[in-house]
């Protein structure tokens, strides 16, 4: 059975830095894409950043691309999303998937977390 948990998150003040981290488990063997999400009140979900496990191959949208890092940790299937810069516009429920049936930047992945709030305050 896969699972999929998101951790990290919390509020922060415009400007700050915030880590998400993202363990799917269950998967099976070999590289996948794993992405973030994230949606805010009112808001469709939208793309943050994708990454193909085993090669490091990170993607990311118009709007965190220089802000936010992708990368994998050491433990199988777990990525860990840096946020620096933070903005109030990036306040939000970020969800983490695995597993996508068309791009990496849409919202048609196999498998998703529950998600995690980031808050941050202007």
């Known amino acids: 059975r896969v699972q999929v948990m998101e951790s990290g998150g919390g509020s922060v003040e415009a400007g700050g830095s915030l880590n998400l981290s993202c363990a799917a488990s269950g998967l099976r063997d070999g590289s996948h894409f794993i992405g973030w999400f994230r949606q805010a009140p009112g808001k469709e979900r939208e793309a943050v950043a994708a990454?193909?496990?085993?090669?490091?191959?990170?993607y990311y949208t118009e709007t965190v691309r220089g802000r936010f890092t992708l990368s994998e940790s050491n433990a199988k299937n777990t990525v860990l999303l840096q946020m620096n810069g933070l903005k109030a516009e990036d306040t939000g429920t970020y969800y983490c998937?695995?597993?996508?049936?068309?791009?990496?930047?849409?919202?048609?992945?196999?498998?998703w977390g529950q998600g995690t709030q980031v808050t941050v305050s202007s």
């Open positions: 998937a695995a597993d996508p049936h068309g791009r990496w930047d849409e919202p048609r992945y196999a498998f």
């Open positions: 990454i193909f496990t085993g090669f490091s191959s990170a």
